[in-house]
């Protein structure tokens, strides 16, 4: 078989197994590549999450690690009433919800691992200010995995690095070539900034209008949101990486965005009443 016929042959078939790998994003409605297995995926955070519990240090401050639960509680609860509402499979039916926080002053973050397992740092709370800020960070981290974004990154990037491994088997290892001459890994920086950073950059963009229907469906103020990225904006003046190279959309872009979506979700996505 000569390498035309093998290309178009490998090139249909993973056409085939795309095809049958689509699904949809949650409320979005945009179309998703998922090539590897959720549950896959929630084993092994499920096992990270409990190294880094036993890795970093656990704060003692009950009292906002019992805040972090109560909005989580809440978040879930919305979730799964809107789905169910709106006859929509629930996407965190399989979650085993779980919360920690991190004493790291140092570290302004937190995040939620696919399965539901979430982590807050202590540095975060100093940006979020009050219960409604730190609704709107948990919210999008929530709704990361909420939209299966992990799966997403790792199922395009398992295809990534099979259609350039590919392509320098059949360029005589013209990519490898290009690698060596540069003295570093010049294919896979131009496969991220092209390729991975831009559809990151879609994935964060959908987390935030995400996790604002969750807030809002909770009953937090997600007016909040915008006053974030407000002050991590005038935290970041003159350090924010430019928006081609990161991940990340800009603060100006989300900030811009966030001014958009409030009016529309505070109408579309009011607060869900939970029937006692």
Not at 17 to 44: M, V, W, Y
Not at 50 to 77: A, C, H, M, P
Request: glycine share 6%; proline share 4%.
């Amino acid at each position: 078989m000569n390498r035309r016929k093998f290309i178009n042959l490998i090139g249909c078939s993973c056409l085939s197994f795309g095809l049958h790998s689509c699904t949809s994003a949650p409320i979005t409605d945009r179309k998703q590549l998922k090539l590897i297995p959720e549950s896959k995926l929630n084993a092994q955070a499920a096992a990270i999450y409990e190294k880094v519990k036993e890795k970093e240090k656990l704060s003692s401050d009950k009292k906002t690690l019992n805040e972090i639960k109560e909005i989580g509680k809440k978040i879930e609860f919305s979730i799964s009433s809107y789905f169910d509402k709106e006859n929509l499979d629930d996407p965190t039916l399989n979650f085993d919800w779980e919360y920690i926080l991190i004493d790291n002053d140092k570290i302004k973050n937190a995040w939620c691992m696919p399965g539901g397992k979430i982590a807050v740092y202590t540095g975060i709370l100093d940006v979020t200010k009050n219960t409604h800020g730190l609704a709107a960070v948990m919210g999008h981290e929530i709704a990361h995995a909420v939209a299966k974004h992990s799966v997403e990154r790792a199922s395009r990037g398992a295809l990534v690095q099979t259609g350039t491994t590919l392509i320098d088997i059949f360029s005589g290892g013209a990519l490898t070539q290009i690698n060596r001459s540069t003295g570093m890994d010049t294919v896979g920086l131009i496969s991220s900034i092209g390729i991975m950073n831009p559809f990151n950059r879609k994935q964060e963009s959908e987390a935030d209008y995400l996790g604002m229907i969750f807030s809002s469906l909770s009953g937090y103020d997600i007016r909040e949101t915008k006053k974030i990225w407000e002050r991590m904006k005038e935290a970041n003046k003159g350090q924010e990486t430019p928006e081609w190279m990161s991940t990340h959309p800009s603060s100006e872009r989300r900030i811009k965005s966030l001014n958009k979506w409030i009016p529309e979700i505070t109408l579309k996505y009011p607060p869900i009443k939970k029937i006692s």
